[in-house]
């Protein structure tokens, strides 16, 4: 699987490689969420969308977000597919956030994790930590 989705927004649903996804104006209780903060000072907030496999930043509040999918392909392993960041976000350390929320979640959850996304396995080479390494299949 390659590691590549187009994103279309409009103001009540994201559309990624075909899929439909309905946005949430109240994050529901399955959605785990993790703070860090960009260069500029700015919050950044990391949802988990675990019902729909996915790390979600939105951006400045507005319908613009990154996102990062995955899928299980195993009962306890996952495929980190692909990473997206709007163009207008790029080179902001954002695609970061969303690496470091689906590594972690994978130490956290025992889990195993394919890399299929180029971004991810940059991610794990920039940020050699012991602990992604026994998670991930190489």
């Known amino acids: 699987m390659k590691c590549f989705a187009s994103v279309r927004s409009s103001s009540s649903h994201v559309a990624i490689s075909g899929y439909q996804h309905r946005r949430v104006a109240v994050i529901p209780p399955i959605m785990a969420q993790a703070h860090a903060f960009d260069t500029s000072g700015s919050q950044i907030q990391v949802e988990h969308d675990k019902k729909r496999r996915q790390f979600v930043i939105r951006l400045n509040g507005s ?9 299980y392909v195993g009962k306890k392993t996952v495929d980190l597919q692909h990473t997206e960041v709007p163009d207008a976000y790029r080179g902001r350390g954002i695609a970061k956030h969303l690496a470091k929320a689906a590594m972690d979640f994978v130490v956290e959850e025992d889990l195993k994790a394919h890399l299929t996304c180029w971004y991810i396995q940059k991610y794990v080479k ?13």
Do not use: G, K, T
């Open 126 to 138: 920039e940020n050699p930590q012991p602990q992604y390494f026994e998670h991930i299949y190489q």
């Open 63 to 71: 319908h613009d977000r990154a996102v990062l999918l995955y899928e």
